[in-house]
T-cell receptor
Framework: GIQVEQSPPDLILQEGANSTLRCNFS?????LQWFHQNPWGQLINLFY???GTKQNGRLSATTVATERYSLLYISSSQTTDSGVYFC??????????FGKGTRLSVIA | NAGVTQTPKFQVLKTGQSMTLQCAQD?????MYWYRQDPGMGLRLIYY???????DKGEVPNGYNVSRLNKREFSLRLESAAPSQTSVYFC?????????FGSGTQLSVL
């Protein structure tokens, strides 16, 4: 099955800083999603991004499927951005495979 | 529009007890999933149902059974709970694109 590697595993930022989270995957995919798990455990879908670039407020994501990676950019980070960010690719309608996540802590 | 609803939110079992986790979605999605989340392990797929009437094993199916009762509902059953099944369980549903999660069930097996 698809292998997913996320980096860095942990990240501490000062409020207002920018960051880039990376997701590498081992096989061809045509579905890739990014999720945020907040400190209360809720999982929120941030992006469906099988290819190209999307932006939503201070967050944007880019997937280069041919090179098997995706990036999540967080600009002007806020304390509410804290939590764990998961990348999850898939091929076709097969189930998404989750990476182990990047734990982000934004401090005021 | 409630999305994906899971019950219960918390449960404590003794080893050997059985229980069923319930999940329902109101988004008319064909596919439904059960994941478990353990510290440092990300989310691992237990079982999934690509459409009403079908179920398939995921990465960690041992000790679990599932039932796709209808298009809306997908339940997960632990027949004889073991301490290794202590975890947070998430139900999810998906259209052709996005996956949506329920709020999770925190299960402790003593």
């Amino acid at each position: 099955g698809i292998q997913v590697e996320q980096s860095p595993p942990d990240l501490i930022l000062q409020e207002g800083a920018n960051s880039t989270l990376r997701c590498n995957f081992s096989d061809s995919v045509n579905n890739l999603q990014w999720f945020h798990q907040n400190p209360w455990g809720q999982l929120i879908n941030l992006f469906y991004i099988p290819s190209g670039t999307k932006q939503n407020g201070r967050l944007s994501a880019t997937t280069v499927a041919t090179e098997r990676y995706s990036l999540l950019y967080i600009s002007s980070s806020q304390t509410t951005d804290s939590g764990v960010y998961f990348c999850a690719p898939a091929l076709g309608n097969t189930p998404l495979v989750f990476g182990k996540g990047t734990r982000l802590s934004v401090i005021a | 529009n409630a999305g994906v609803t899971q019950t219960p939110k918390f449960q404590v079992l003794k080893t050997g007890q059985s229980m069923t986790l319930q999940c329902a979605q109101d988004m008319n999605h064909n596919s439904m999933y059960w994941y478990r989340q353990d510290p440092g392990m990300g989310l691992r797929l237990i079982y999934y149902s690509a459409s009403e009437g079908t179920t398939d094993k995921g990465e960690v199916p041992n000790g679990y059974n599932v039932s796709r009762l209808n298009k809306r509902e997908f339940s997960l059953r632990l027949e004889s709970a073991a301490p290794s099944q202590t975890s947070v369980y998430f139900c999810a549903s998906r259209n052709n694109e996005k996956l949506f999660f329920g709020s999770g069930t925190q299960l402790s097996v003593l």
